[in-house]
């Protein structure tokens, strides 16, 4: 992150200018934000899979001479990359050129003798780096400078967006600020490549995938990490073997159900991470759920994992996120503002509950990008009809096809800005039909709902479900009042933006204060300020709308 204190203490003029310089010198982490990614998401997993098979994870001393750890470390082979962040101390990520070091450092390494405790040994590439002198530190180890690993407080983000030369230029600032870095992102590959390691101890040739906001291009710094364990490259490897007129097959236990199988697995790799894993703390075995699951603290990281297995189509959304986040630069920049608008209204919470969530927030930004005139997202289906036999998939009967490649997808000619998007978002979410429409981008139009669920977002493969079931009446009410009163504000804010002085939060920064839904400093402004003809009735709309008439969620 820049340091904030330069932000400021400067006029928006020299913020302004800070930014622009960072865009030239192209050292903006914003990953598609301008130019189409060309690589394959399947492409990147690899990469970045292979990479974090070269990599370790170490705690270090809190001082250290980075040039000696470095240079203790070379021993065993060139080093690619490397960074240091805390979390519980401080930790090392280093990236060896080649494979073969990560042995050589392990066959380097000695389990520690305990005291009155007893180590259970495990080779692991988790490692604690010794002082052998701790008593005697030379003048070369100092603190070492540390990647940042949390988002900015709301606080720092508001002053910040405050800063900002447009609201076009906030959300950009929002999705700079909050994305997951280059080194954030690497420290995830790394975990789930730690885990695979252990789960590789029952499963060889298992494979443990991120998925989720972790690789979908919506994640946010501090989110969770979702991971997939996946056995089915055991099953394809030893079937290329197979040749003449002779067919081997492991000998295997049965179990009844494709569920029970699932929960048996995750049973003994939870029991695994609980007393074999290295800083994997807090396990949960969630396998009752509709999709069973393993939950856990990875101390090193700070990441909150949930690790599942015959999971694969969430993987596939995972994939096709991705695709439309790298589509146009201003998927993403909409999408973190939403996210971050409902999280700053308690619309979103990090417990499971009747709220909406992020996964639905997002389907319901791409359906209405995809209903702008023209289009700026195309549709599922139409990404379908792209497709070629490479990416025809199919998992467990639902059709999974779309076109992988980005550059066979033409860029929408739609030019709208984003400021205007964010208004039309809230104000076509707040005006939505929500009790008798549902929300599908795989055609990229309302249909009717098939179930009485009250906010009805189909699932693109799985079209049979409803990924907010969870969701009640009172929290999609909420969400339609803040959409209102969200688009009230920044039509207000087209009509008196002053045009010198900003010192109150403006813009996108407005909109994250805490709501005034039916408060009285609402029916104040209002007074003050008489409204257009089409904002009055969204003001009308507001004041009718408690939970005692939820039902009125059409809008109408
Ligand atoms: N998923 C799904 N159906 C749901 C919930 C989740 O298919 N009802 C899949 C999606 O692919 C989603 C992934 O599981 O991206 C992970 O779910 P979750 O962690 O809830 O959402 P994220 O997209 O990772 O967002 P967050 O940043 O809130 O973790
Ligand atoms: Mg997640």
Not at 68 to 78: E, V
Not at 228 to 241: H, P, Q, R, Y
Not at 281 to 287: D, S
Not at 324 to 346: E, K, M, N, P
Request: aromatic letters at 8%; glycine letters at 4%.
């Amino acid at each position: 992150l820049r340091p904030i204190h330069r932000l400021l203490s400067c006029p928006r003029t020299v913020a302004a200018e800070i930014k622009r310089e960072e865009q030239s010198s192209g050292s903006v982490e914003t990953g598609s934000e301008g130019r189409t990614p060309k690589k394959t998401f399947s492409e990147v997993q690899k990469e970045r899979r292979e990479q974090a098979q070269r990599t370790v994870l170490i705690h270090c001393p809190n001082k250290i001479s980075v040039k000696k750890f470095l240079k203790y470390l070379s021993q065993h082979g060139p080093i690619n990359n490397h960074f240091f962040y805390e979390s519980f101390g401080l930790y090392a990520v280093v990236e060896f050129c080649q494979k073969e070091s990560v042995t050589s450092l392990q066959n380097g390494t000695r389990t520690p003798s305990m005291g009155t405790e007893a180590a259970i040994p495990f080779r692991s590439r988790v490692f604690n780096l010794k002082t052998k002198n701790p008593s005697n530190p030379t003048s070369e180890q100092s603190r070492v400078q540390c990647s940042i690993h949390a988002p900015p407080s709301s606080k720092k983000l508001l002053e910040l967006l405050c800063y900002a030369e447009s609201i076009d230029d906030q959300l950009n600032t929002l999705l700079k600020e909050l994305q997951l870095t280059e080194e954030n992102t690497k420290l995830r590959y790394l975990t789930c490549s730690l885990i695979e390691d252990i789960a590789a101890a029952y499963f060889l040739d298992c494979t443990v995938r991120p998925f989720g906001s972790s690789v979908n291009s919506f994640g946010k710094l501090g989110c969770d990490l979702d991971m997939f364990l996946d056995l089915d490259e055991i099953g394809k490897f030893s079937a290329n073997k197979t040749s003449g007129n002779f067919l081997m097959e492991f000998q295997v236990k049965n179990v009844p159900s494709e569920r029970i199988a699932t929960q048996k697995i995750l049973s003994v790799i939870g029991e695994c991470l609980d007393h074999f894993g290295p800083g994997c703390v807090g396990v949960q075995k969630i396998l009752n759920a509709r999709c069973p699951l393993v939950r856990f603290s990875h101390q090193a990281s700070g990441f909150q994992c949930d690790l599942t297995t015959n999971n694969r189509i969430a993987l596939k959304s995972s994939e096709l996120l991705y695709i439309y986040g790298a589509l146009d630069s201003r998927v993403r920049a909409l999408v973190f503002s939403i996210r971050c608008w409902a999280r700053a209204h308690s619309l979103t919470s990090s417990i499971p509950g009747s709220w909406i969530t992020n996964f639905s927030l997002t389907m319901m930004v791409i359906f209405f990008l995809q209903r702008r005139s023209p289009p700026i997202l195309p549709t599922l289906d139409s990404l379908k009809t792209l497709a070629d036999a490479e990416d025809k998939c199919v998992i467990e009967g639902h059709n999974c096809t779309f076109v992988r490649d980005l550059n066979k997808i033409k860029p929408s000619g739609n030019t709208e800005t984003l400021e205007l998007l964010l208004k039309e978002f809230f104000e076509y979410f707040g005006n939505f039909a929500f009790n008798k429409n549902s929300i599908n981008i795989r055609q990229g139009r309302e249909q009717n709902k098939p179930e009485s669920s009250p906010l009805h977002i189909q699932n693109p493969f799985e079209t049979s479900l409803n990924i907010s079931k969870n969701v009640s009446q009172s929290q999609l009410q909420k969400f339609v009042d803040l959409a209102r009163e969200s688009a009230w504000i920044l039509n207000q804010e087209d009509k008196d933006r002053p045009s010198s002085s900003r010192s109150q939060p403006w813009g996108l920064a407005a909109l994250l204060l805490p709501s005034v839904v039916n408060s009285a400093s609402l029916a104040k402004r209002v007074r003050k300020k008489p409204a257009s003809e089409r904002i009055k009735s969204l003001l009308e709309s507001i004041k009718s709308s408690g939970p005692e008439n939820a039902t009125s969620t059409n809008g109408k």
